[in-house]
Protein backbone atom coordinates (compact mmCIF):
# COMPACT_ATOMS: atom_id res chain seq x y z
CA UNK A 1 0.00 0.00 0.00
CA UNK A 2 1.40 2.87 -0.79
CA UNK A 3 2.74 5.22 2.39
CA UNK A 4 2.66 9.29 3.04
CA UNK A 5 0.00 11.58 2.56
CA UNK A 6 -0.78 13.79 -0.16
CA UNK A 7 -1.58 17.56 -0.17
CA UNK A 8 -4.81 19.12 -2.01
CA UNK A 9 -3.31 21.00 -4.27
CA UNK A 10 -0.80 18.61 -5.34
CA UNK A 11 -3.29 15.93 -5.73
CA UNK A 12 -5.22 18.46 -7.84
CA UNK A 13 -2.52 19.35 -10.00
CA UNK A 14 -1.21 16.03 -10.41
CA UNK A 15 -4.62 14.29 -11.33
CA UNK A 16 -5.59 17.08 -13.42
CA UNK A 17 -2.36 16.58 -15.20
CA UNK A 18 -3.01 12.72 -15.48
CA UNK A 19 -6.39 13.05 -16.66
CA UNK A 20 -5.20 15.39 -19.61
CA UNK A 21 -2.07 13.24 -20.59
CA UNK A 22 -4.19 9.92 -20.38
CA UNK A 23 -7.09 11.54 -22.61
CA UNK A 24 -4.72 12.36 -25.49
CA UNK A 25 -2.78 9.63 -25.50
CA UNK A 26 -5.77 7.55 -26.01
CA UNK A 27 -6.71 9.91 -28.61
CA UNK A 28 -3.47 8.94 -30.55
CA UNK A 29 -3.37 5.49 -29.98
CA UNK A 30 -6.92 5.25 -30.99
CA UNK A 31 -5.36 7.70 -34.21
CA UNK A 32 -3.17 4.85 -35.33
CA UNK A 33 -6.06 1.84 -35.55
CA UNK A 34 -7.96 4.94 -37.61
CA UNK A 35 -10.39 5.99 -34.79
CA UNK A 36 -11.79 8.90 -33.37
CA UNK A 37 -11.42 8.56 -29.46
CA UNK A 38 -14.28 10.34 -27.47
CA UNK A 39 -13.09 10.44 -23.55
CA UNK A 40 -17.30 10.85 -23.16
CA UNK A 41 -16.71 6.98 -23.77
CA UNK A 42 -15.15 6.43 -20.45
CA UNK A 43 -18.12 7.41 -18.73
CA UNK A 44 -20.67 6.12 -21.38
CA UNK A 45 -19.12 3.44 -23.55
CA UNK A 46 -21.02 1.93 -26.05
CA UNK A 47 -22.23 -1.74 -25.63
CA UNK A 48 -22.98 -2.80 -29.29
CA UNK A 49 -19.03 -1.82 -30.10
CA UNK A 50 -18.27 -3.68 -27.24
CA UNK A 51 -20.46 -6.95 -28.77
CA UNK A 52 -19.15 -6.18 -32.03
CA UNK A 53 -15.83 -6.28 -32.41
CA UNK A 54 -13.48 -6.55 -35.17
CA UNK A 55 -9.73 -7.35 -35.42
CA UNK A 56 -8.57 -4.10 -35.13
CA UNK A 57 -11.28 -3.11 -32.52
CA UNK A 58 -9.52 -6.21 -30.45
CA UNK A 59 -5.98 -4.44 -30.38
CA UNK A 60 -7.22 -0.98 -30.43
CA UNK A 61 -8.92 -1.85 -26.87
CA UNK A 62 -6.19 -4.21 -25.97
CA UNK A 63 -3.46 -1.41 -26.43
CA UNK A 64 -6.14 1.01 -24.23
CA UNK A 65 -6.50 -1.57 -21.20
CA UNK A 66 -2.40 -1.87 -21.40
CA UNK A 67 -2.11 1.76 -21.35
CA UNK A 68 -4.25 2.27 -18.93
CA UNK A 69 -3.02 -0.08 -15.91
CA UNK A 70 -0.30 2.50 -14.59
CA UNK A 71 -2.69 5.07 -14.71
CA UNK A 72 -5.17 3.47 -12.35
CA UNK A 73 -2.40 2.20 -10.06
CA UNK A 74 -0.97 5.64 -10.09
CA UNK A 75 -4.55 7.60 -9.60
CA UNK A 76 -5.45 4.64 -6.56
CA UNK A 77 -1.84 5.31 -4.92
CA UNK A 78 -2.89 8.95 -5.07
CA UNK A 79 -6.13 9.00 -4.07
CA UNK A 80 -5.27 6.45 -1.17
CA UNK A 81 -2.27 9.69 -0.20
CA UNK A 82 -4.87 12.23 -0.52
CA UNK A 83 -7.69 10.21 2.09
CA UNK A 84 -4.59 9.72 4.43
CA UNK A 85 -4.36 13.14 4.66
CA UNK A 86 -7.68 14.52 4.87
CA UNK A 87 -8.05 11.62 7.67
CA UNK A 88 -10.63 9.89 5.58
CA UNK A 89 -11.30 6.10 5.72
CA UNK A 90 -8.83 4.01 2.94
CA UNK A 91 -11.76 2.25 1.55
CA UNK A 92 -13.36 5.43 -0.01
CA UNK A 93 -10.51 4.51 -2.42
CA UNK A 94 -13.14 2.13 -4.34
CA UNK A 95 -15.31 4.68 -5.16
CA UNK A 96 -12.10 5.73 -7.83
CA UNK A 97 -13.80 2.89 -10.37
CA UNK A 98 -16.97 4.34 -10.06
CA UNK A 99 -18.44 6.29 -13.12
CA UNK A 100 -19.29 10.07 -12.30
CA UNK A 101 -18.84 9.26 -8.88
CA UNK A 102 -14.77 8.99 -9.48
CA UNK A 103 -15.75 12.33 -10.56
CA UNK A 104 -17.41 14.13 -7.60
CA UNK A 105 -15.23 12.10 -5.08
CA UNK A 106 -11.80 13.56 -7.02
CA UNK A 107 -13.12 17.42 -6.48
CA UNK A 108 -14.32 16.56 -3.17
CA UNK A 109 -10.57 15.28 -2.34
CA UNK A 110 -9.02 18.48 -3.63
CA UNK A 111 -11.10 20.67 -1.37
CA UNK A 112 -11.12 19.13 1.86
CA UNK A 113 -8.14 20.55 4.01
CA UNK A 114 -5.53 18.12 5.30
CA UNK A 115 -6.59 17.17 8.87
CA UNK A 116 -3.59 19.19 10.62
CA UNK A 117 -5.40 22.05 9.11
CA UNK A 118 -8.24 21.30 11.13
CA UNK A 119 -6.99 22.46 14.70
CA UNK A 120 -6.02 25.93 13.37
CA UNK A 121 -9.09 26.78 10.89
CA UNK A 122 -11.51 24.59 12.52
CA UNK A 123 -13.48 26.17 14.89
CA UNK A 124 -13.79 29.02 13.12
CA UNK A 125 -15.69 27.02 10.10
CA UNK A 126 -17.46 25.16 13.05
CA UNK A 127 -18.92 28.38 14.06
CA UNK A 128 -19.98 29.46 10.97
CA UNK A 129 -21.82 26.19 10.13
CA UNK A 130 -22.46 25.51 13.76
CA UNK A 131 -25.06 28.21 14.58
CA UNK A 132 -27.49 27.14 11.80
CA UNK A 133 -27.29 23.20 12.18
CA UNK A 134 -29.05 21.61 15.15
CA UNK A 135 -27.10 19.19 17.40
CA UNK A 136 -30.20 16.87 18.28
CA UNK A 137 -29.83 13.59 16.65
CA UNK A 138 -33.45 13.86 15.29
CA UNK A 139 -33.30 17.52 14.81
CA UNK A 140 -30.02 17.07 12.38
CA UNK A 141 -31.47 14.05 10.58
CA UNK A 142 -34.45 16.38 9.65
CA UNK A 143 -32.23 18.82 8.76
CA UNK A 144 -30.15 16.88 6.47
CA UNK A 145 -33.19 15.61 4.71
CA UNK A 146 -34.70 18.74 3.97
CA UNK A 147 -31.94 20.30 2.73
CA UNK A 148 -30.75 17.72 0.70
CA UNK A 149 -34.22 16.93 -0.88
CA UNK A 150 -34.83 20.88 -1.86
CA UNK A 151 -31.29 20.36 -3.87
CA UNK A 152 -32.08 17.14 -5.27
CA UNK A 153 -35.61 18.99 -6.69
CA UNK A 154 -34.03 21.61 -8.35
CA UNK A 155 -31.11 19.72 -9.60
CA UNK A 156 -33.67 17.37 -11.01
CA UNK A 157 -35.74 19.97 -12.70
CA UNK A 158 -32.52 21.65 -14.33
CA UNK A 159 -32.01 17.73 -15.81
CA UNK A 160 -34.50 16.75 -16.78
CA UNK A 161 -36.53 20.01 -17.63
CA UNK A 162 -34.11 22.42 -18.69
CA UNK A 163 -31.31 20.22 -20.00
CA UNK A 164 -33.40 17.21 -21.50
CA UNK A 165 -31.17 14.65 -20.21
CA UNK A 166 -31.18 11.50 -18.42
CA UNK A 167 -28.21 10.23 -17.57
CA UNK A 168 -25.25 9.71 -14.84
CA UNK A 169 -25.80 13.39 -13.17
CA UNK A 170 -29.46 12.26 -12.84
CA UNK A 171 -28.92 8.83 -11.67
CA UNK A 172 -25.72 8.79 -9.92
CA UNK A 173 -24.36 12.19 -9.19
CA UNK A 174 -27.80 13.52 -7.76
CA UNK A 175 -28.35 10.57 -5.23
CA UNK A 176 -24.09 10.32 -4.50
CA UNK A 177 -24.51 13.88 -3.45
CA UNK A 178 -27.87 13.33 -1.81
CA UNK A 179 -26.58 10.72 0.72
CA UNK A 180 -23.19 12.17 0.98
CA UNK A 181 -24.56 16.03 2.10
CA UNK A 182 -27.51 14.66 4.22
CA UNK A 183 -25.05 12.05 6.16
CA UNK A 184 -22.65 15.07 6.44
CA UNK A 185 -25.07 17.45 7.77
CA UNK A 186 -26.53 14.41 10.31
CA UNK A 187 -22.85 13.99 12.16
CA UNK A 188 -21.61 17.64 11.81
CA UNK A 189 -21.57 18.04 15.45
CA UNK A 190 -20.46 14.87 16.52
CA UNK A 191 -20.00 11.40 15.06
CA UNK A 192 -22.95 9.63 14.08
CA UNK A 193 -23.08 5.70 13.68
CA UNK A 194 -22.25 4.28 10.15
CA UNK A 195 -25.48 2.35 10.02
CA UNK A 196 -27.31 5.22 10.92
CA UNK A 197 -25.45 7.76 8.72
CA UNK A 198 -26.22 5.39 5.56
CA UNK A 199 -29.88 5.15 6.54
CA UNK A 200 -30.35 8.75 6.16
CA UNK A 201 -28.38 8.49 3.22
CA UNK A 202 -31.03 5.97 1.67
CA UNK A 203 -34.08 8.61 3.43
CA UNK A 204 -32.95 11.84 1.49
CA UNK A 205 -33.77 9.78 -1.83
CA UNK A 206 -36.58 8.74 -1.00
CA UNK A 207 -38.04 12.13 0.34
CA UNK A 208 -36.85 13.43 -2.54
CA UNK A 209 -38.97 11.12 -5.04
CA UNK A 210 -41.67 11.39 -2.59
CA UNK A 211 -41.49 15.48 -3.36
CA UNK A 212 -40.98 14.50 -7.27
CA UNK A 213 -44.29 12.99 -7.79
CA UNK A 214 -45.76 15.08 -4.93
CA UNK A 215 -45.45 18.57 -7.11
CA UNK A 216 -45.69 16.25 -10.35
CA UNK A 217 -42.17 15.94 -11.49
CA UNK A 218 -42.21 12.88 -12.12
CA UNK A 219 -44.64 9.71 -12.15
CA UNK A 220 -44.36 6.86 -9.58
CA UNK A 221 -43.42 3.90 -12.77
CA UNK A 222 -39.95 6.39 -13.32
CA UNK A 223 -39.14 6.68 -9.78
CA UNK A 224 -40.03 3.33 -8.74
CA UNK A 225 -37.80 1.89 -11.72
CA UNK A 226 -35.15 4.37 -10.84
CA UNK A 227 -35.43 3.54 -7.05
CA UNK A 228 -33.26 0.40 -6.47
CA UNK A 229 -29.66 2.51 -8.58
CA UNK A 230 -30.22 5.83 -6.70
CA UNK A 231 -30.94 3.69 -3.29
CA UNK A 232 -27.47 2.12 -3.59
CA UNK A 233 -26.00 5.04 -4.90
CA UNK A 234 -27.02 7.45 -2.10
CA UNK A 235 -25.20 4.71 0.03
CA UNK A 236 -22.54 5.55 -1.04
CA UNK A 237 -22.41 8.76 -0.86
CA UNK A 238 -23.69 8.30 2.73
CA UNK A 239 -19.88 6.27 2.95
CA UNK A 240 -18.28 9.52 2.17
CA UNK A 241 -20.33 11.76 4.50
CA UNK A 242 -19.94 9.38 7.25
CA UNK A 243 -16.20 9.61 6.46
CA UNK A 244 -16.50 13.63 6.75
CA UNK A 245 -18.16 13.57 9.81
CA UNK A 246 -16.16 11.68 11.57
CA UNK A 247 -13.41 14.14 11.48
CA UNK A 248 -15.36 16.21 13.91
CA UNK A 249 -16.70 19.73 13.62
CA UNK A 250 -13.66 21.01 12.33
CA UNK A 251 -13.45 19.93 9.12
CA UNK A 252 -13.86 22.91 7.34
CA UNK A 253 -15.92 21.07 5.13
CA UNK A 254 -18.48 23.80 3.81
CA UNK A 255 -15.44 24.43 0.94
CA UNK A 256 -16.15 20.61 -0.04
CA UNK A 257 -19.92 20.82 -0.19
CA UNK A 258 -20.13 24.22 -1.80
CA UNK A 259 -17.21 22.35 -4.57
CA UNK A 260 -19.56 19.11 -5.26
CA UNK A 261 -22.85 20.73 -5.05
CA UNK A 262 -21.09 23.94 -8.08
CA UNK A 263 -19.82 21.27 -9.67
CA UNK A 264 -22.76 18.81 -9.98
CA UNK A 265 -24.78 20.98 -12.43
CA UNK A 266 -21.70 21.67 -14.66
CA UNK A 267 -21.52 18.01 -15.29
CA UNK A 268 -24.91 17.63 -15.49
CA UNK A 269 -24.36 20.29 -18.63
CA UNK A 270 -21.39 19.06 -19.98
CA UNK A 271 -22.77 15.59 -19.97
CA UNK A 272 -26.36 16.94 -21.70
CA UNK A 273 -23.70 18.48 -24.42
CA UNK A 274 -21.91 15.39 -25.09
CA UNK A 275 -23.57 13.05 -24.45
CA UNK A 276 -22.72 10.34 -27.36
CA UNK A 277 -25.81 9.02 -29.91
CA UNK A 278 -27.65 5.66 -27.99
CA UNK A 279 -27.23 2.28 -29.44
CA UNK A 280 -28.96 -0.02 -31.40
CA UNK A 281 -30.34 -2.88 -28.85
CA UNK A 282 -32.27 -5.79 -30.71
CA UNK A 283 -34.52 -7.45 -28.44
CA UNK A 284 -35.42 -10.95 -30.12
CA UNK A 285 -38.17 -13.61 -28.44
CA UNK A 286 -39.46 -17.09 -30.20
CA UNK A 287 -42.39 -19.29 -29.65
CA UNK A 288 -43.59 -22.44 -31.79
CA UNK A 289 -46.94 -22.51 -33.38
CA UNK A 290 -48.46 -26.10 -34.12
CA UNK A 291 -49.69 -24.33 -38.04
CA UNK A 292 -47.73 -24.54 -41.43
CA UNK A 293 -45.97 -20.89 -41.79
CA UNK A 294 -48.82 -19.87 -44.62
CA UNK A 295 -51.55 -19.63 -41.62
CA UNK A 296 -49.38 -17.84 -39.13
CA UNK A 297 -48.64 -15.27 -41.62
CA UNK A 298 -51.78 -14.21 -42.18
CA UNK A 299 -51.58 -13.72 -38.29
CA UNK A 300 -48.70 -11.83 -37.96
CA UNK A 301 -49.50 -9.66 -40.55
CA UNK A 302 -52.56 -8.25 -38.90
CA UNK A 303 -54.51 -9.92 -35.92
CA UNK A 304 -57.63 -9.25 -34.09
CA UNK A 305 -57.76 -7.34 -30.53
CA UNK A 306 -55.97 -9.16 -27.57
CA UNK A 307 -58.05 -9.42 -24.25
CA UNK A 308 -57.12 -7.61 -21.64
CA UNK A 309 -53.41 -8.15 -19.85
CA UNK A 310 -53.57 -9.87 -16.97
CA UNK A 311 -49.92 -9.01 -16.02
CA UNK A 312 -49.64 -6.46 -13.40
CA UNK A 313 -46.57 -4.47 -15.06
CA UNK A 314 -49.61 -3.40 -17.91
CA UNK A 315 -52.21 -2.42 -15.59
CA UNK A 316 -49.83 0.11 -14.17
CA UNK A 317 -49.23 2.27 -16.94
CA UNK A 318 -46.91 0.57 -19.27
CA UNK A 319 -48.18 0.41 -23.25
CA UNK A 320 -48.92 -2.90 -24.28
CA UNK A 321 -50.43 -4.30 -27.83
CA UNK A 322 -54.10 -4.28 -28.35
CA UNK A 323 -54.76 -5.20 -32.44
CA UNK A 324 -52.97 -4.58 -35.75
CA UNK A 325 -53.90 -3.61 -38.96
CA UNK A 326 -52.63 -3.44 -42.53
CA UNK A 327 -53.13 -0.85 -45.40
CA UNK A 328 -52.04 -2.33 -48.45
CA UNK A 329 -49.95 -5.44 -49.40
CA UNK A 330 -46.34 -6.04 -50.13
CA UNK A 331 -43.84 -3.44 -50.01
CA UNK A 332 -44.69 -0.19 -48.69
CA UNK A 333 -48.10 -0.89 -46.71
CA UNK A 334 -48.48 0.38 -43.65
CA UNK A 335 -49.22 -1.54 -40.63
CA UNK A 336 -50.17 0.08 -37.69
CA UNK A 337 -50.01 -1.34 -34.16
CA UNK A 338 -52.22 -0.27 -31.66
CA UNK A 339 -51.11 -0.12 -28.15
CA UNK A 340 -52.90 1.11 -25.02
CA UNK A 341 -51.29 4.57 -25.47
CA UNK A 342 -51.45 5.41 -29.39
CA UNK A 343 -50.43 3.55 -32.73
CA UNK A 344 -47.25 2.55 -34.04
CA UNK A 345 -46.76 3.13 -37.78
CA UNK A 346 -44.88 0.77 -39.16
CA UNK A 347 -44.04 0.88 -43.16
CA UNK A 348 -43.58 -2.22 -44.44
CA UNK A 349 -39.78 -2.82 -46.18
CA UNK A 350 -39.70 -6.68 -46.57
CA UNK A 351 -42.84 -8.82 -47.43
CA UNK A 352 -41.21 -11.89 -48.18
CA UNK A 353 -44.27 -14.32 -47.37
CA UNK A 354 -44.59 -16.46 -45.96
CA UNK A 355 -40.64 -16.15 -44.64
CA UNK A 356 -40.29 -12.65 -43.59
CA UNK A 357 -42.31 -9.20 -42.80
CA UNK A 358 -40.06 -6.72 -41.79
CA UNK A 359 -40.94 -2.61 -41.22
CA UNK A 360 -39.69 -0.03 -40.21
CA UNK A 361 -40.76 2.64 -37.44
CA UNK A 362 -41.79 6.07 -38.47
CA UNK A 363 -44.44 7.42 -35.76
CA UNK A 364 -44.81 5.73 -32.12
CA UNK A 365 -46.56 6.59 -29.17
CA UNK A 366 -45.58 7.03 -25.63
CA UNK A 367 -43.93 3.98 -23.66
CA UNK A 368 -46.38 4.46 -20.57
CA UNK A 369 -49.33 6.58 -18.94
CA UNK A 370 -47.04 7.96 -16.19
CA UNK A 371 -49.19 7.03 -12.28
CA UNK A 372 -49.33 10.64 -10.53
CA UNK A 373 -51.19 12.23 -7.61
CA UNK A 374 -52.45 14.64 -9.78
CA UNK A 375 -54.00 12.69 -12.97
CA UNK A 376 -52.42 12.82 -16.22
CA UNK A 377 -48.93 13.95 -16.32
CA UNK A 378 -45.92 13.80 -19.24
CA UNK A 379 -42.75 14.56 -17.81
CA UNK A 380 -39.65 14.74 -20.56
CA UNK A 381 -38.41 10.91 -20.39
CA UNK A 382 -41.67 10.28 -22.57
CA UNK A 383 -40.73 11.98 -25.36
CA UNK A 384 -38.07 9.65 -27.43
CA UNK A 385 -36.09 8.75 -24.65
CA UNK A 386 -37.24 5.06 -25.19
CA UNK A 387 -37.74 4.69 -29.58
CA UNK A 388 -37.91 1.68 -31.01
CA UNK A 389 -36.63 2.06 -34.66
CA UNK A 390 -37.73 -1.10 -36.99
CA UNK A 391 -38.80 -4.62 -36.32
CA UNK A 392 -39.35 -7.85 -37.95
CA UNK A 393 -41.35 -11.31 -37.66
CA UNK A 394 -39.00 -14.47 -38.87
CA UNK A 395 -41.41 -17.57 -39.91
CA UNK A 396 -39.42 -20.69 -40.22
CA UNK A 397 -41.37 -24.34 -40.82
CA UNK A 398 -40.43 -26.87 -37.62
CA UNK A 399 -40.51 -30.66 -38.12
CA UNK A 400 -44.22 -31.75 -37.71
CA UNK A 401 -46.02 -29.11 -39.80
CA UNK A 402 -45.23 -26.75 -37.26
CA UNK A 403 -43.64 -22.49 -37.37
CA UNK A 404 -41.30 -21.33 -35.47
CA UNK A 405 -42.34 -17.51 -35.18
CA UNK A 406 -39.32 -14.97 -34.05
CA UNK A 407 -40.52 -11.51 -33.10
CA UNK A 408 -37.53 -9.00 -33.25
CA UNK A 409 -37.37 -5.05 -32.43
CA UNK A 410 -34.29 -2.79 -32.96
CA UNK A 411 -34.69 -0.01 -30.48
CA UNK A 412 -32.74 2.58 -28.84
CA UNK A 413 -32.85 3.83 -25.30
CA UNK A 414 -31.17 7.75 -24.52
CA UNK A 415 -31.27 6.93 -20.51
CA UNK A 416 -27.87 6.09 -18.68
CA UNK A 417 -26.54 4.47 -17.10
CA UNK A 418 -27.36 2.22 -20.17
CA UNK A 419 -26.67 -1.82 -18.76
CA UNK A 420 -29.07 -0.44 -15.95
CA UNK A 421 -31.73 0.76 -17.88
CA UNK A 422 -31.62 -1.92 -20.67
CA UNK A 423 -32.53 -4.52 -17.64
CA UNK A 424 -35.90 -2.69 -17.54
CA UNK A 425 -36.09 -2.28 -21.21
CA UNK A 426 -35.37 -5.51 -22.60
CA UNK A 427 -38.02 -7.15 -20.12
CA UNK A 428 -40.90 -5.15 -21.12
CA UNK A 429 -40.38 -5.50 -25.19
CA UNK A 430 -39.80 -9.42 -23.85
CA UNK A 431 -43.64 -9.00 -22.30
CA UNK A 432 -44.91 -7.03 -25.19
CA UNK A 433 -43.41 -9.64 -27.12
CA UNK A 434 -44.85 -12.58 -25.41
CA UNK A 435 -48.29 -10.90 -25.62
CA UNK A 436 -48.42 -10.54 -29.36
CA UNK A 437 -46.71 -14.19 -30.36
CA UNK A 438 -48.96 -15.58 -27.92
CA UNK A 439 -51.79 -14.22 -29.25
CA UNK A 440 -50.85 -15.38 -33.13
CA UNK A 441 -50.56 -18.73 -31.96
CA UNK A 442 -53.95 -19.26 -30.21
CA UNK A 443 -55.28 -17.81 -33.75
CA UNK A 444 -53.33 -20.00 -35.73
CA UNK A 445 -53.76 -22.96 -34.18
CA UNK A 446 -57.50 -22.57 -33.75
CA UNK A 447 -57.77 -21.14 -37.33
Known amino acids: MPRGTLPRSQYAVIGAVLGIVKINLDRAIAGLYGRYWDPVEYWLPSGAALRDLGRSDVALY ?9 FVWVGVALTLRRLRDARLPAWLVFLFFVPFVNLLLFLVLCAVPP ?4 ASTGSRSAGRLGRILPRGTWASAATGLALTAVLAVALTLLGTVVLETYGWGLFVGIPFLSGLL ?18 VAMTSVVLASVLLVGLAIEGVICIAMAAPLAAGIAALGGLVGYG ?12 AYSVAILALPMLLGAEAATGPAPELIAVRTSVVIAAPPQVVWQH ?7 PPPDELVFRTGIAY ?6 EGRGVGAIRRCRFSTGDFVEPITTWDEPRLLAFSVTSQPAPMRELSLWGGIHPPHLDGFLRSRRGEFRLRPVPGG ?8 WYENRMWPAPYWQLWSDDLIHRIHRRVLEHVEQESEAG
Not at 115 to 118: K, N, Q, T
Not at 321 to 326: H, K, L, N, Y
Not at 402 to 409: M, N, R, S, V
Request: glycine share 12%; proline share 6%; charged share 10%.
Open 115 to 118: SAED
Open 402 to 409: GTLLIGTT
Open 62 to 70: GTLTAVAVP
Open 182 to 199: SAAVYGYHEPRSLQSSVG
Open 244 to 255: LQRRGPRVGASG
Open 321 to 326: PQTAVI
Open 300 to 306: VVSFSAL
